[in-house]
């Protein structure tokens, strides 16, 4: 597949789609340069519009910064910019900042995830931000701001959506105390 999404570009370096295919097929294979270098292009491309794709390519070339020991946390926030109705993209722009320890931020990317409830991310989506995940890093991000009560109360529903979670479990027995 790898191979004729190369050859596809290479026939029409003008196409969007097989562009962000590429894009996409070099981070699934951890080919993180190459992800970056032609997602970018794909965000140059005049035809690349689709809000939902541009967002997950910027995305992903966070993602692919991170991979490398660089700072993706830009491309987060510009995926949040490209389409701010993406559960996935506030969900992964909270967990850099959780990354990071930037409460802040990690707390209101995380609160504005689960603003929203309608999934539409189609081929773009990440189940971990449908998940105990939102609420885990609402919680996290709570108890390091002084939102005790706040933490409690997202740590209690990420528990109950991930009943078997060690992690879980232990941070709310932590919030408790």
């Known amino acids: 597949y790898l191979d004729l999404l190369e050859v596809a570009v290479k026939d029409d370096v003008n196409c969007h789609r097989s562009s962000y295919y590429l894009g996409r ?3 699934y294979r951890g080919r993180w340069e190459d992800a970056i270098n032609e997602l970018v292009r794909y965000l140059c491309l005049p035809t690349a519009t689709w809000s939902l794709e541009r967002s997950h390519a910027n995305r992903m070339i966070g993602n692919a910064k ?7 946390l830009e491309w987060f ?19 850099v900042c959780y990354k990071k320890q930037l409460w802040q931020e990690c707390y209101n990317a995380a609160k504005k995830a689960l603003t929203i409830t309608k999934n539409n991310s189609q081929h773009t989506g990440n189940a971990d931000a449908w998940g105990a995940s939102p609420h885990d890093l609402v919680a996290l991000s709570s108890y390091y701001l002084g939102l005790k009560e706040e933490a409690l109360k997202h740590g209690t529903i990420a528990v109950e959506m991930d009943p078997t979670n060690e992690r ?3 941070n709310l027995k932590y919030y408790k105390e």
Request: aromatic share 6%; hydrophobic share 35%.
């Open 66 to 72: 991170e991979h490398l020991g660089q700072d993706g």
């Open 77 to 95: 926030q510009i995926a949040c910019s490209e389409d701010a109705t993406v559960r996935e993209n506030w969900h992964d722009l909270a967990m």
């Open 168 to 170: 879980l479990i232990n």
């Open 25 to 27: 097929e070099y981070t």
